[in-house]
Structure formats: C-alpha cells, structure tokens
C-alpha cells in the first residue's frame, strides 16, 4: 500500500522508458528492500467508512497531476481530536487525464473520484448491516476543503 503511486509513475513511464524511470526503480527497490517487514495493522473500530484522498501537483509526466485513495474503516471524528487512523482496506492510485490549474483543483478532483468511489462501500456496508453516518473525508488542503464546503468566496 505504501508503494502505490511510486508504481503508479512506473508504470506510466514504462512505454517510454528512460534514465530517470530507472533512477525511480532503483529507488523503489532499495525502499522495498529496508523496508521489507512493513506491516498493516487494523483495530475492533465502529466499522464507519472513513476517506483520506490525496493528490500530487503536476508531479506526473504531460503536466499532469496523480490522485490516491485510501479508504478504511474507522470512528465518527470529534472535534478537537486527531484522527484515529486505521489499516486501509482499499487503496488505489491514478493519474488524472486532464491539466489542472491548481494543486487545490487536484485535491478537488481527488475529493470528486473519492466520493464517487464511496456510494459503492457505502451500500455494500448498508446492505452488511453497517448503516452509515455522513462519511468522514480527511482533506489536507484548505482551499479545496473551503470549496467543497462553500466556505470560501470563488472569483
């Protein structure tokens, strides 16, 4: 889970392979090999879809920009504390077919395909006998949390 969008870079580059897509899976595999005991760890939780998208500005060859998902069940956030993070039971990374003009559109294009995502988990939950409240979605740019929220004024 921790190597997807790296794979994700790889994997687009590999048609038109060059230096640097080695320089990438050398790096990779160095990091798979210190790394090779990572582990997943879950915990008993309230079984409440919870959504951490993320996405990469313009990091991706064309100038454009990669999203990932990381879905994984969890508890009701409360104000005033962290988030309590759980093993994820489904990651996904890709690279977005338009240009965005903002790393905030990026987040926002993220947000869209996560929570498009989420309707299909949330009705498999529903239909397991997990009703869900409003889905938490854990965003870490401000400008797309304001957009998606109407808190702040568009021009």
Excluded at 8 to 24: C, D, F, V
Excluded at 53 to 72: G, M, N, V, W
Excluded at 81 to 110: D, Q, T, Y
Aim: aromatic fraction near 6%.
């Amino acid at each position: 889970m921790t190597v997807l969008m790296a794979l994700s870079t790889i994997a687009a580059e590999q048609t038109k392979a060059t230096a640097k897509t080695m320089s990438r899976c050398r790096q990779l595999l160095d990091y798979l090999a210190a790394n090779s005991d990572a582990k997943v760890r879950y915990h008993a939780s309230d079984m409440v879809l919870n959504i951490h998208p993320d996405a990469s500005y313009i990091t991706e060859a064309k100038a454009r920009s990669q999203l990932c998902r990381h879905f994984f069940m969890g508890w009701v956030p409360k104000n005033g504390e962290p988030i309590k993070l759980n093993g994820a039971f489904h990651v996904s990374a890709n690279i977005m077919r338009f240009v965005v003009a903002s790393a905030a559109e990026a987040e926002l294009g993220a947000l869209y395909h996560n929570c498009q995502t989420a309707i299909v988990f949330r009705d498999i939950l529903h239909d397991m006998g997990h009703p869900q409240p409003k889905t938490p979605v854990h965003c870490d740019n401000a400008t797309a949390v304001g957009i998606a929220n109407n808190t702040v004024k568009r021009q």
